[in-house]
C-alpha cells in the first residue's frame, strides 16, 4: 500500500492511495458544475429541509464561491487552506477555486488573506481562473433552487410508479427465513485487517470517506432481432440530450446520464452527517475508471439481468479483468473496482452499468428487470435508459435507490418474490442492523429510499407521500444504521467515524539538552456488528487514518510531527527544542503527545535536562528467603529534587551482590513507572547493592548507591538411629550451602521447653553425626542451626522415637 499524505484534522483519511494523491475530484467538480448549470439541485435542498431534529442532515450547503490568489498542487492543499481558516469546502475546482461554506467572519478573514470570496449572482471577477465561472455557476444554481423550493416550487412524481422488482440479485442469498450466512454476502471476512489495502472483494462498506465510481455504456457491435441500440441514437426528447465538456468523447445522452449520476451523488452527500466526509469521484479522463463506451458483440438489452455475465465478462475483460470463470464467484468488477479505487486514491469504489435501451419499448430486460445490484456492498449496479415507467427523467431517482444497496442496504418493499429479503426480521450493513422499516415485518413507516416506488422517488425528491412528511431527509433510521450512518451514543458523529486512535511512544532519547522522542499513533476500527443471526463483517475497518500527529512541552504550544506513512498505523520520530531551565536548576518536561482519527488521543512521557541528580531505592520482597528460592527486588529512580518524579526509561542501574563479581550482577531500565525488577536466588545471607552506572544516561548524575540485606536460611536434613540392644541415638546429616565447621546441636523436648543434649560441627563435606545416650521413654529430638552472618536458623525435626 502506497498512502496518501495525511494534512489537516477534520477529514478522513485513505487507508490505501497512489503516490502523490490528491483528492481526484476534477472530473465529479465537472459533472456537479453541468447539472448545476442545467439546474438539476432541486431535490437536495427540500430534503435536507425535511430532515427531523432527531437524524439531522448536517452536511452543510456551500453558499459561496472561494478562489485563491494562486495555484495548489492537489485538492487536499487546498482542502487545508481553507479548514484552517474556517471555511467547510464542499467542491474544489482545482487549481484555485472551491464551493465552499463560509461565513462572514470567515470571509473576512479569507479577503485579507487575499481569497476572492464570490457569494451567488456574484460579478465574475476578470481575469480569473477559469473554473472560477463553473464553480459561481453552481453556486447561482443552488441559489436559485433554494428560492424555488422556499416559494413552493416541488417538482411533481408520477402516481403509480411500479415497483423496483427483485433489484438485489443475492449472489448467494439464503432467503428470510434465516441469516447464516446473511444474505448475499459471500465472504463475511472480506475486508481483511484494518490498515491493509481494500481488497477487490470489497468494493464498499458503508457511506463514508470517498467513493468513485465508474461509469460504462456497453454498446453492442451487432444487430439483434428486433433490436438495434446505438447510443449515437438521440432521444425523441431532445431534453435528454445534453453534451458533457468534460467528456467530450461521450454521445449527448451519455453526458445525460454522466450529469443524472452526479445530481444522484450529490444528493447522497447532501443527506449525509457532516463527520462521515461523503465524498464521490467520477475519474477524469485519463484515469481508470473514467466515464466510457465500451464494445461488446452481444446487445445487453436483450439478455436477462440472471445472464447479464453474457455481455459484463467481455467488457471486464476488454477493460483487463478478466473472469476468473464463466460463474460470478466472483465478479470480475471486484477486481476492477479495486483498480479504479487505487488509481483514483479513493477508500471505495462501484462500477454503473447503464444499458442502451431506447428502442426497446419497455426499457426491460427479459426477465423485467430494469435496475439492480450484484450484490449488497457492490461491485456493480445495473440501469437501463428507458428506466421502464420511470423514464430518464427520473433515472436519478431509481438509481439513488440502487446506492444505498451498494453501501449494504435492503429494500423495504413487499417482497416481489417468496424469499426475497426484504423483509423486518433481516439484518444488514456494516453495523448490521434490523430492516425495521420493512413494509412486511417491520416496525417503522417512514417514508424513505429504499421503500422504491412512488414513495421511494417521494423520498429522493422532498414531496409528501400521500401526505407522509419526508423525514430524515428520505433516507430512514434503519437504512441509515445500515450505511454506517448510526449515532449509537447520541454524540452527533456516526459510529463509523467515530473513533480514537492509540498513542504508543518509545523511550525518550536524551542528550541532555533536547529529547528524541519516537511513537506510533494507531487506529481503532469501529468494531463490524453481529449476533446470532449473522454479521457482514469479520473485522474492523476504518476510512480514517491517524493525523494531526502534534506534540506539546509542558502544556505549551502544538508543534507539528510528520508522519511518513498514512496508513492506519502512522509512525513518527521527533526532537524537541532545547529542554533549559531559565534558572540552571535541575528541571524536568513533560512531552505530550497528540493524534486524531475521528478523535484525539494522547500520551505523555517525562524529559529531562541535565543536571539532574537521581535518587535510587532498593526494596526487597522478602526478608529471609528458604535456600534455593528467588527474592524479587525493586529498584526505582527519582528526581533527587522531587521524589515524586519517578524517572522512566532509564538504563544503566547495577544490581548485585555489594562487592560481588561482575558475572554476578544485571543491569537493568526502569519502566515508564522508574521501577525496575530483578530476581536473584542467593545461597547466603547476601547484601544487594544498585548503582547508576556513569554515563548511562548524560542528562543524569550517578546516584548514591544503596542496599538492601537479604538473609537465607540453612536446609538440614537428618535421619536418627538407635543401636541395637542399646539406647544409644545415633543423628546424622547434611548441612546446605556446604559449609564445614558450622555448630549444630541436637535438642531434646523436656518439660515444654528444649534442652541441648548433643553438639557438633560439619565436616568438610558439610556433614555432621550427632551422639545422645538416651532414658527410656518416648523422645522428640531436633536438630538446630542457630544463624550466622552466612545463612538464617535452621531446624530439622526427628520422628518420634519410643525406647524401652
Known amino acids: 500500500m502506497v498512502p496518501c499524505t495525511v494534512r489537516y484534522s477534520r477529514r478522513p483519511r485513505s487507508l490505501a492511495s497512489t503516490p502523490g494523491r490528491g483528492l481526484s475530484l476534477t472530473a465529479a467538480v465537472c459533472a456537479i458544475a453541468l447539472l448545476a448549470l442545467l439546474g438539476a439541485l432541486t431535490a437536495a435542498a427540500p430534503a435536507a429541509a425535511a430532515a427531523t431534529a432527531a437524524a439531522p442532515v448536517s452536511t452543510p450547503k456551500a453558499d459561496a464561491v472561494v478562489v485563491s490568489p494562486h495555484d495548489f498542487a492537489d485538492a487536499d492543499s487546498l482542502i487545508e487552506a481553507l479548514v484552517s481558516d474556517g471555511a467547510r469546502p464542499a467542491i474544489v475546482y482545482l487549481p484555485r477555486t472551491a464551493l465552499a461554506r463560509v461565513s462572514a467572519a470567515t470571509a473576512v478573514r479569507l479577503r485579507a488573506l487575499g481569497f476572492a470570496v464570490l457569494r451567488a449572482h456574484a460579478v465574475l471577477p476578470a481575469g480569473g481562473p477559469s473554473e472560477t465561472a463553473a464553480a459561481l455557476a453552481a453556486l447561482n444554481s443552488l441559489a436559485d433552487d433554494s428560492v424555488a423550493a422556499a416559494a413552493g416550487d416541488r417538482p411533481v412524481v408520477p402516481a403509480g410508479l411500479p415497483s423496483l422488482g427483485a433489484d438485489l440479485k443475492l449472489a448467494d442469498a439464503t432467503g428470510a427465513s434465516g441469516q447464516t450466512p446473511p ?41 439483434a432481432a428486433g433490436h438495434s441500440e446505438s447510443w449515437k441514437t438521440p432521444d425523441p426528447d431532445s431534453a435528454y440530450d445534453q453534451s458533457d465538456p468534460a467528456y467530450p468523447y461521450l454521445t449527448p445522452r451519455q453526458g445525460y446520464i454522466v450529469a443524472e449520476v452526479s445530481k444522484t451523488l450529490l444528493w447522497w452527500q447532501s443527506q449525509a452527517p457532516a463527520a462521515v466526509h461523503l465524498t464521490f469521484v467520477i475519474p477524469p479522463v485519463g484515469k481508470v475508471g473514467a466515464p466510457q463506451q465500451v464494445a461488446v458483440a452481444r446487445e445487453p438489452i436483450t439478455i436477462a439481468s440472471t445472464n447479464d455475465a453474457l455481455w459484463r465478462h467481455p467488457i471486464m475483460a476488454a477493460l483487463h479483468h478478466k473472469a476468473a470463470s464463466v460463474a460470478d464467484s466472483p465478479p470480475p468488477e471486484r477486481a476492477y473496482d479495486n483498480a479504479v479505487r487505487k488509481a483514483n486514491g479513493t477508500d471505495w469504489a462501484f462500477t454503473l452499468y447503464c444499458v442502451d435501451s431506447l428502442n426497446t419499448s419497455s426499457g426491460e430486460f427479459p426477465d423485467g428487470a430494469f435496475a439492480y445490484v450484484y450484490d449488497v456492498f457492490g461491485p456493480y449496479a445495473v440501469t437501463t435508459w428507458n428506466n421502464d415507467d420511470y423514464t430518464p427523467r427520473l433515472y436519478d431517482g431509481v438509481l439513488a ?25 433481516l439484518y444488514s450493513g456494516y453495523l448490521w442492523v ?32 400521500e401526505g407522509q412528511a419526508v ?29 480514537t486512535p492509540t498513542v504508543t511512544l518509545q523511550p525518550p532519547t536524551l542528550d541532555g539538552v533536547t529529547a528524541t522522542v519516537a511513537g506510533v499513533a494507531r487506529e481503532n476500527p469501529c468494531p463490524p456488528g453481529h449476533n446470532a443471526k449473522g454479521r457482514a463483517f469479520a473485522k474492523g475497518i476504518s476510512v480514517l487514518v491517524p493525523h494531526d500527529v502534534r506534540y506539546s512541552v509542558d502544556g505549551g504550544a502544538w508543534t507539528p510531527v510528520s508522519t511518513p506513512g498514512t496508513g492506519a498505523t502512522a509512525s513518527f520520530n521527533f526532537t524537541t527544542p532545547a529542554l533549559t531551565s531559565s534558572t540552571g536548576a535541575p528541571t524536568r518536561h513533560v512531552v505530550t503527545v497528540q493524534a486524531t482519527t475521528g478523535n484525539t488521543a494522547q500520551k505523555s512521557i517525562v524529559a529531562w535536562t541535565a543536571p539532574t541528580p537521581v ?143 548433643a553438639r557438633s560441627r560439619t565436616t568438610a563435606g558439610s556433614t555432621f553425626r550427632l551422639v545422645y545416650a538416651a532414658h527410656a521413654g518416648v523422645l522428640r529430638l531436633r536438630v538446630r542451626f542457630g544463624g550466622d552472618a552466612r545463612n538464617a536458623a535452621a531446624v530439622k525435626a526427628l520422628p518420634e522415637l519410643a525406647l524401652s
Open 615 to 757: 535518587t535510587l531505592t532498593l526494596a526487597r520482597g522478602a526478608a529471609t528467603i528458604a535456600l534455593g528460592a528467588k527474592v524479587k527486588l525493586t529498584v526505582s529512580a527519582a528526581d533527587t529534587d522531587a521524589l515524586q518524579y519517578p524517572i522512566g526509561f532509564l538504563p544503566g542501574i547495577i544490581v548485585g551482590p555489594l562487592g560481588g563479581a561482575a558475572t554476578t550482577q544485571k543491569t537493568v531500565t526502569t519502566g515508564a513507572g522508574g521501577h525496575a525488577a530483578v530476581a536473584f536466588a542467593p545461597r547466603f545471607t547476601t547484601t544487594f547493592e544498585a548503582a547508576l552506572q556513569p554515563g548511562a544516561q548524560s542528562p543524569f548524575q550517578a546516584a548514591t548507591p544503596v542496599t538492601v540485606s537479604v538473609a537465607v536460611h540453612a536446609l538440614l536434613t537428618a535421619r536418627a538411629r538407635v543401636a541395637a540392644g542399646a539406647r544409644v541415638i545415633h543423628v546424622t546429616g547434611t548441612f546446605r550451602p556446604v559449609r564445614a565447621g558450622v555448630p549444630l546441636v541436637l535438642q531434646l523436648l523436656r518439660a515444654g521447653a528444649w534442652k541441648a543434649v
Open 434 to 465: 434490523q430492516n425495521r422499516n420493512a413494509v412486511v415485518g417491520g416496525k417503522t413507516n417512514d417514508v424513505c429510499i429504499m421503500r422504491g416506488g412512488e414513495e421511494g422517488i417521494d423520498a429522493y425528491e422532498g414531496v409528501p407521500y
Open 471 to 499: 423525514t430524515y431527509g428520505g433516507i430512514c433510521p434503519s437504512t441509515r444504521g445500515q450505511i454506517g450512518w448510526r449515532d449509537a451514543n447520541g454524540n452527533g458523529i456516526a459510529d463509523v467515524v467515530d473513533t
Open 183 to 223: 444474505p448475499g454476502l459471500a465472504a463475511p471476512g472480506f475486508l481483511g485487517l484494518v490498515a491493509t489495502v481494500q481488497t477487490a472483494s470489497a468494493p464498499a462498506a458503508y457511506a463514508a470517506g470517498s467513493v468513485a465510481v465508474s461509469i460504462i455504456f456497453p454498446q453492442s457491435t451487432r444487430k
Open 401 to 425: 435507490h440502487e446506492i444505498g444497496h451498494i453501501f449494504g442496504a435492503l429494500d423495504e418493499y413487499a417482497p416481489p418474490t417468496r424469499g426475497y429479503p426484504s423483509t423486518g426480521n
